[in-house]
């Protein structure tokens, strides 16, 4: 027979998974068998207490725990569980440091009982975290989960290192964050939808810190619906809570609907601390969408004050800079000063306000006219979000965590174009292009789980249960987000470095800025160098965008009629596309090799093929910094090759065995030898790597692109993987050129995995290309490289000879360090 005390942990249970009526019906029955017990029936009316607070509103369930304090004949034990309560109901509530004080109370009556010391704790930890103190929340947390585990309440323990999790995202440490709340999911997700849906809420903030917001929104919809469901409103209030400071850049007008609908339900639940943190987050939202009334700046200023009282400082300092903002918008640039001056920015401080902070600070030097100390501003925000960003090793976190940075990126880039000099737009060209190429790389170690996660994956192909390869993909993302940081970060080159080299390779530098909706081209020659406006960005996408279309449909049809009408409008956008962005510069640029350094608009550009860059050496790094770390290390004479041809390709093996046959020696893999662990080994010990095979770009996530293999697709996620990298690679697959553009300027797909991964030059096409086309003019290639000739050097002589040589556009382009 069950307990009364067995009755009652079961009727808590139901209350989490939001079952009332079994919770109540099971309170009933405890409360019966715990007959004159006057600690049994205490704890049967705590959790009545809970239930109600949950129900209706927090005040009746702290009423209620402080009636049961006086209650007669009750163990300090259980007197130590109903302050522990008063401590829970009290922080939901909004009282902090009422709650604060009913936790010490509880401690103190329950430090020879580990099992509820360890709650009280995990409580207590709560609060720290919900006045942003994460230091002293992961104190509490670390002794909760030990106190928890030494008892057996692997739940309780499980939550207590979820927290600690969120504590750990606090200080900037998203790896260990989703390490330790990865962890805590196995063991909570699986007991109810609700259980499931507090995990993924608050795995939704990292992944907005992580700048993946739209990724967080989805999470935190489903969340709250799970919770509306139940009808656990107070819950879907500080779901929503979140969900609009999520949609705060990314939907003002829905973050303030969103917000103040969360108020309103924690005002129904008499949670007014809460619903003051929701009328915070909708004045950053009006503010964030345009907004400039007078009265804003009154109500943020009262909500700040507000704040402070409650204790919740960083949710008044970012509110305040919001405010701060708004007084520059409305030119009344001392009250903006001073304003800034009250918040207090620190190294402790979250990324995002203290970028925010650089941000408002940086706007009024514009407004006041002090254009260097914004520069100053702008420069040293960077540097903290690289200084940030460099604690993480995989390129799939790098590339969308500097979102945060490109306010300020690009007012360095407006501020730079305004002056006008040509050292400064280099400089500012640089610090807002490619930010993760600023990162090192760091091979990581070989990790089992994740190679055993790829394998599945590739085994089930497109045809396996779309569930379970879903699964696998978010695991094997999250999996290489917790590869090992620490990677150097490099600061922009210098304009006078820059120069030399260029003249040393007889290169010019031509980086594309696509600013405010217009092009502009800064010139560099080791003879002169200029800015160059270049018109309106948006037709040149489009024009591009049919340029690509062209291209791949005379992969297909290049005879007959139809090739002939397609080739002859491929001539045409080509020729459009090269009076936008090149045109204007040849005379500038003479017959000088180029390096390319293009905005992520204008991404997928077929340079090569364009009108007056056709026969000419040109490679594209992604930042000139990067060109000038690998410029000018040519092959080994005795470099070592590998070849490879996935199956599926007609001429795949032909167009290996052909280019095998330029070299020396070469080691070829082809057809049903080439599975991705034959190829992960070829990759690791050999300087040129050549893969030919079917392609498939993923644009929802670019390191899904893969190419076709023996076994299955060989991902960007096992190149990031390889502990040695080939100095040169060339992707002969269709789409592998493609990339998807994340964060504004980063560029994320196969052709930068590995050039993430430490290559030094890539080749391959942003369109399709015909099979025949590829293996004709690559055997040449390689012909060309085996004699001495560098990468860029060999492509540009066989893409000028392709159309006699085969009849049909080859677009393939040099990435990274062409020479």
Known sequence: MRTAEDLRQQAVRAVRR??????RALLERARRRAGDDADLRALVELTEAYMASERQDSAVGVDRCRRLLDS?????????????????????????????????????????????????????????????????????????????????????????RHNLGYARMLTGDLVEALR?????????????????????????????????????????????????????????????????RTLLLEDPRRARRVARQSARRFRANASEGWAVR?????????????????????????????????????????????????????????????????????????????????????????????????????????????AWQSSFGSLDLQSTVVGHGNNLAR???????????????????????????????????????????????????????????????ERIRRESWYGPGGGHVAEPASYDDLREALVRHGAALVAHIVLDGAVTALVVTGRESAVVPLGDAAPVRNLLDRVAVDLDLAASRSTGPMGAAVLGSLRADLG??????????????????????????????PWTLLPGLVGRPLTVPPSATRWLDHVGRPLPPDAQVGLVAGPGVPRGGDEATRAAAQWPSAELLVHEKATAARVSELAGRVDVLHVAGHGHHSAENPLFSSIDLADGPWFGYDVDTLARTPEVVVLSACELGRVSVRSAEETVGMTAAWLHAGSRTALSSPTLVADDAASQALAQWHRLVAGGSAPADALAQVVSESPRLTGSPLPFVCFGAGW
């Not at 939001?18 to 919770?23: E, L």
């Not at 020879?112 to 006045?131: A, T």
């Not at 909500?303 to 204790?311: I, K, P, Q, S, T």
């Open 278 to 386: 929701a009328d915070a987050i909708a004045v950053m939202a009006e503010i964030e969408g345009g907004g400039r009334a007078a009265c804003l700046l009154v109500r943020g200023d009262a909500l700040v004050g507000e704040l402070r009282l409650a204790g919740d400082d960083r949710a008044a300092d970012k509110l305040a800079l919001h405010v701060a903002r708004l007084a520059v918008r409305r030119g009344e640039h001392a009250d903006a000063a001073r304003r800034l001056a009250a918040v207090r920015v620190g190294r402790r401080t979250p990324i995002d306000a203290r970028l925010l902070a650089r941000e408002v600070r940086a706007g009024l030097a514009v407004a006041g006219g002090h254009a260097g100390r914004a520069r100053a501003e702008v420069r040293a925000g960077l540097g903290d979000l690289h």
């Open 411 to 473: 007012l360095g880039l407006r501020l730079a174009l305004a002056d006008g000099a040509h050292e400064m737009v280099f400089e500012w060209s640089e610090r807002a292009r490619a930010l993760a190429a600023r990162v090192g790389p760091i091979r990581p170690p070989r990790d089992p789980r994740l190679a055993a996660d790829l394998a599945e994956l590739r085994s089930l192909g497109d045809q396996g249960p779309a569930r379970r390869r879903e699964e696998l993909q």
């Open 18 to 23: 939001g079952s009332f009526a079994d919770a």
């Open 576 to 605: 459009l596309a090269a009076d936008a962005l090149v045109g204007p510069l040849l005379g500038l640029v003479g017959d000088d090799r180029l390096v390319l350094t293009p905005s992520a608009l204008l991404a997928g550009t």
């Open 180 to 244: 330790l709340m990865d962890a805590a999911a196995l063991v909570l997700h699986p007991l109810s939808p609700v259980s499931r849906a507090q995990g993924e809420q608050d795995r939704a903030e990292v992944l907005l810190a992580a700048g993946r917001p739209r990724e967080a929104i989805r999470s935190l919809e489903a969340a709250a619906a799970a919770y509306g469901a139940r009808r656990l409103r107070r819950y879907q209030a500080e779901c929503e809570l979140v969900l609009a």
């Open 72 to 160: 007669p004949g009750l163990t300090e034990v259980t007197r130590g569980r109903i302050w522990s309560q008063l401590g829970l109901l009290q922080l939901r509530s909004g009282e902090a440091d009422e709650a604060l004080r009913s936790f010490s109370e509880a401690e103190a009556r329950l430090r020879d009982s580990p099992e509820h010391v360890g709650r009280v704790l995990l409580n207590r930890g709560n609060l720290h975290l919900q006045r942003h103190r994460p230091e002293l929340a992961a104190a509490d947390l670390v002794r909760a989960a030990t106190e928890l585990g030494a008892t057996g309440q692997l739940e309780s323990q499980a939550r207590a």
